[in-house]
């Protein structure tokens, strides 16, 4: 399985980016896939995650309201869609697959060792 993560950029404060990540070599439609980012000198943190089926999302509180995840399984790729973005968004994101097929756990979606493939990452770049 690979991912591949693209879209990153810079951009100014209240600006929008979307990010992209491409999955090859596994059933994509079968998984939930979750985004990551990693600032500098900090640990990697959940964003957001989609389900496998019925496409259920779920957020953490500091993007919610301003990201939208969303997965098209005919192009196997799963998107991030960042609106009013602002300094503290800056981070390397991260694409991940969740670790299961056909799951979704409410306890255990926004941790990181919940997913087991990575992708690259992208960086994010929000300037003020």
């Known amino acids: 399985v690979q991912l591949q993560a693209s879209g990153g950029g810079l951009v100014q404060s209240g600006g929008s980016l979307r990010l992209s990540c491409a999955a090859s070599?596994?059933?994509?439609?079968?998984?939930?896939m979750g985004w990551f980012r990693q600032a500098p000198g900090k640990e990697r943190e959940f964003v957001a995650s989609?389900?496998?089926?019925?496409?259920?999302?779920y957020y953490a509180d500091s993007v919610k309201g301003r990201f939208t995840i969303s997965r098209d399984n005919a192009k196997n790729t799963v998107y991030l869609q960042m609106n009013s973005l602002k300094p503290e968004d800056t981070a390397v994101y991260y694409c991940?697959?969740?670790?299961?097929?056909?799951?979704?756990?409410?306890?255990?979606?926004?941790?990181?060792?919940?997913?087991?493939?990575w992708g690259q990452g992208t960086q994010v770049t929000v300037s003020s």
């Open positions: 991940a697959r969740y670790r299961s097929a056909t799951a979704w756990v409410t306890l255990d979606r926004a941790r990181a060792s919940s997913y087991d493939y």
């Open positions: 070599g596994g059933a994509f439609s079968s998984y939930s």
């Open positions: 989609i389900s496998w089926s019925y496409g259920r999302t």
